[in-house]
Nanobody, 119 residues
Framework: QLVESGGGLVQPGGSLRLSCAAS????????ILWFRQAPGKEREGVSC???????TYAGSVKGRFTISRDNAKNTVYLQMHSLTPEDTAGYYC???????????????WGQGTQVTVSS
């Protein structure tokens, strides 16, 4: 099971840290991806950390978001800074074999957490 948390309402320019906690398996055996989907828009890849801890980012978040692992807590984090209303979306983490091409069709998904950036 993957469980996301940390979403909420934040003002533009603010920060949030999302968590993706695993139970029943070890996260560091997998690539962990973050996706987001805003109403009326397609789901988009945001960031990924591979099993070898290589990270990738979408161009729209590069320099503002940081993905990291805490293996002791079996959790992956997405630290988000300088948030804008365009970052408003449901954020979902997923476990997969690879980060390449934002992973495969065989992802294991969490339930998501909502991020709303608004004044």
């Amino acid at each position: 099971q993957l469980v996301e948390s940390g979403g909420g309402l934040v003002q533009p320019g603010g920060s949030l840290r999302l968590s993706c906690a695993a139970s029943g398996f070890t996260l560091d055996d997998y690539a962990i991806l973050w996706f987001r989907q805003a109403p009326g828009k397609e789901r988009e890849g945001v960031s990924c950390i591979s099993s070898s801890d290589e990270s990738t980012y979408a161009g729209s978040v590069k320099g503002r978001f940081t993905i990291s692992r805490d293996n002791a807590k079996n959790t992956v984090y997405l630290q988000m800074h300088s948030l804008t209303p365009e970052d408003t979306a449901g954020y979902y983490c997923a476990a997969d074999r690879t980060c390449v091409g934002w992973g495969t069709v065989d992802k294991f998904w969490g339930q998501g957490t909502q991020v709303t950036v608004s004044s």
